[in-house]
T-cell receptor, first 116, second 116 residues
Framework: DTGVSQDPRHKITKRGQNVTFRCDPISEHNRLYWYRQTLGQGPEFLTYFQNEAQLEKSRLLSDRFSAERPKGSFSTLEIQRTEQGDSAMYLC??????????????FGSGTQLSVL | AQKVTQAQTEISVVEKEDVTLDCVYETRDTTYYLFWYKQPPSGELVFLIRRNSFDEQNEISGRYSWNFQKSTSSFNFTITASQVVDSAVYFCALSGFNTGFQKLVFGTGTRLLVSP
């Protein structure tokens, strides 16, 4: 069990650029989640996947955001035309879900995005 | 709507003191889950406990204990004989039937500083 890994740990970009983050979940986990956390706040739900299917997206996820989990393993989160308000920590989590939810989540260390 | 309130922004204690972190929640669901997660400086949230709405029994795990009271919509967390390694941000979270068990709603967190 190597845990959830996220890459990169830090990303600095200029406003208007596109960025992509990667998340590798724990290998046997079927659910994968993306959360966003800003300074002094708790994580906010963005989206989640059950295997390769994206089952729910938050209203926080504007058209500039897209997430994929093509083979039900790793996931990518892309932000197009970044804005300063996108600056945050992007957290990935995974779980082994046997029912409707409410299971224990395993989080990665996050990708800290700074948009200049 | 679901909401989690952690009114204590920061708590400072000296090692070996007991400390209680407060969590008050709001939900219209009758079936829901409550969680506590710990976020050390590394950034990775670590699961501590999950309770479902039908189980009001208090729980003790080593130096940690949790008090769940539906009558006051509270799920408080006590650390007995605190240690420097307990220094972290602690988040209380909620997921419910109507908004989806897969989606956690977090409070704003309580930063605990334990000094030697």
């Amino acid at each position: 069990d190597t845990g959830v890994s996220q890459d990169p740990r830090h990303k600095i970009t200029k406003r208007g650029q596109n960025v992509t983050f990667r998340c590798d979940p724990i290998s046997e986990h079927n659910r994968l989640y993306w959360y966003r956390q800003t300074l002094g706040q708790g994580p906010e739900f963005l989206t989640y996947f059950q295997n390769e299917a994206q089952l729910e997206k938050s209203r926080l996820l504007s058209d500039r955001f897209s997430a994929e989990r093509p083979k039900g393993s790793f996931s990518t989160l892309e932000i197009q035309r970044t804005e300063q308000g996108d600056s945050a920590m992007y957290l990935c989590a995974s779980s082994l879900a046997l029912g409707q939810g409410g299971e224990k989540l395993f989080f990665g260390s996050g990708t800290q995005l700074s948009v200049l | 709507a679901q909401k989690v309130t952690q009114a204590q922004t920061e708590i400072s204690v000296v090692e070996k003191e007991d400390v209680t972190l407060d969590c008050v929640y709001e939900t219209r669901d009758t079936t829901y889950y409550l969680f506590w997660y710990k976020q050390p400086p590394s950034g990775e949230l670590v699961f501590l406990i999950r309770r479902n709405s039908f189980d009001e029994q208090n729980e003790i795990s080593g130096r940690y204990s949790w008090n769940f009271q539906k009558s006051t919509s509270s799920f408080n967390f006590t650390i007995t004989a605190s240690q420097v390694v307990d220094s972290a941000v602690y988040f209380c979270a909620l997921s419910g039937f109507n908004t989806g068990f897969q989606k956690l709603v977090f409070g704003t967190g309580t930063r605990l500083l334990v000094s030697p």
